[in-house]
């Protein structure tokens, strides 16, 4: 099955990706005090906003591709996309470069820098995924990875630089090296030649704007948490809350490169199976993820005591982990291709909205992170409810399956007040339990991922 084929790709990819996140949210943290640690979070802050220094050009080359063979489109109009991309982020770097110098921030301007690679990856990344191209995709994410954790174990062991700039500074380096990769392979089958057709690409600006916004409004749900703890809190507080939230994206890792490869598949065909399918696997996917927050705390109690204290934030934020799932992997892309554009906008800027005022409002009345983590998740189930119940009714939960979720959220969290293995213990016996009564549909499951064309 070419689907197995490309997420195992992309999936190949992701992996490796783990090994800078392993450093970067595991033993960074370790070297790093924690007010540099919580600088350096800001500045992961200020780049979870990278994309939209495209201004949604990136997301429109990734709608008008979706799907299509790499072999019958027309190479006068991707030249002429590939110029505009590259002057427009010129443009947009210039501008934003002058307000941070203006502002005299320099986290800003490490942003702004980022951004201008990052802004040109994306475009030849969502090119090559809506194509189908993934082996260069994830060849390119590899070695951007290999060369990222070569740079931060010299960094973090050999020299142990205790400084948060020059951590940004690696991280600026890895970008930059993906660009060259990119267009190196670019050049190899196009033309230096640079082409501009500017109706053209105002048209992809205006869907890929829509597309954006509505993008954002999902993933804003996420950093909202965030932003509202960088605010008020101190750095040394707000390290707790940002590291909860890198360990918990540590995971979610998975699931966007699985997200990438569902999109092509659902955008090329109308089948109802297919799309519960895709549910049931991020659902079973999503409770299977706990299974390593008992391993992470073993290794946050053994090796990082002073950020203990997120441990209980994280026993709260991996509640949501199936539901965030299902949100990558199917919702966002149902919203993309069967869906207008308009819809899409309207339904995700609410739920921002909604979202963040719950947020912020359930902050007001009980001030703490534990609010903050409490009142994500919450978001996360309430979207998942209305999307699978009210939006797309063929989605429907059934009570069975509603009911392994509310004892999933039980189980869970209960489990996590338990010692690591005496957790990890219970909470194996709880997939165990879902195993057994889910036998039949877990035989369907794997019929599906491996026999079907």
């Known amino acids: 099955m070419k689907v197995l084929k490309d997420i195992f790709n992309v999936s190949l990819s992701t992996v490796v990706g783990l ?40 997301d429109g080359i990734y709608i008008k591709y979706g799907g299509e063979n790499i072999a019958e489109l027309n190479s006068n109009e991707i030249e002429e996309e590939h110029s505009f991309v590259i002057i427009m982020q010129i443009a947009v770097f210039l501008f934003s470069s002058l307000v941070a110098i203006y502002k005299k921030d320099i986290l800003l301007l490490f942003f702004c820098m980022t951004s201008f690679f990052d802004a040109i990856n994306n475009y030849h990344a969502n090119f090559l ?28 062991f050999l020299f142990r630089f205790e400084k948060y700039y020059i951590y940004i500074l ?3 380096c890895s970008f930059f090296f993906l660009t060259l990769f990119f267009e190196f392979y670019y050049y190899r089958k196009r033309s230096i030649a640079i082409r501009i057709n500017l109706k053209s690409q105002i048209s992809l600006l205006k869907i890929g704007s829509i597309i954006l916004v509505s993008n954002a409004s999902l993933t804003f749900v996420g950093n909202a948490g965030r932003l509202i703890a960088s605010h008020i809190y101190s750095s040394e507080t707000f390290a707790q809350y940002g590291f909860q939230n890198s ?14 490869v569902f999109y092509n598949t659902i955008a090329k065909k109308d089948d109802l199976y297919l799309l519960n399918m895709i549910k049931k696997i991020s659902l079973l996917l999503g409770i299977l993820s706990g299974i390593s927050f008992f391993i992470m705390e073993i290794m946050v109690r053994f090796l990082m005591p002073k950020y203990i204290s997120a441990l209980n934030l994280l026993s709260i934020t991996f509640i ?5 799932m299902i949100s990558k992997m199917l919702i ?81 969290f209960l489990s996590s007040k338990f010692s690591p293995l005496e957790g990890l213990l219970i909470y194996l016996i709880f997939i165990s ?17 491996f026999d079907k064309k």
């Open 433 to 449: 339990m879902i195993f057994i009564i889910k036998k039949e549909e877990l035989k369907k499951l794997l019929k599906f991922l």
């Open 19 to 58: 090994g800078t996140s392993f450093l970067i949210n595991i033993m960074l943290p370790i070297i790093l005090s924690l007010q540099e640690y919580g600088l350096y979070q800001e500045y992961v802050t200020y780049l979870s906003f990278t994309y939209l220094l495209n201004l949604g050009y990136n």
């Open 170 to 172: 690696l991280n600026m």
């Open 129 to 156: 995924k809506a194509t189908g191209q993934f082996n260069i995709y994830s060849t390119g994410y590899i070695l951007k990875s290999v060369l990222y954790i070569i740079l931060l174990s010299l960094s973090i």
């Open 320 to 324: 949501a982990i199936p539901y965030i």
């Open 247 to 260: 360990l918990l994206n540590l995971i979610l890792l998975l699931t966007n490169a699985v997200g990438i």
């Open 332 to 412: 966002a892309n149902l919203y993309k291709t069967k869906t207008s554009e308009k819809i899409y906008l309207r339904d995700s800027l609410l739920y921002a909205i909604i979202a963040f005022l719950f947020i912020v409002t359930s902050h007001f009345i009980w001030p703490s992170l534990q609010t903050i983590a409490c009142a994500t998740t919450i978001c996360y189930m309430a979207w998942f409810l209305y999307t699978t119940t009210i939006k797309f009714t063929y989605l429907r939960t059934s009570l069975s399956d509603l009911l392994i979720l509310c004892s999933h959220a039980i189980v869970f």
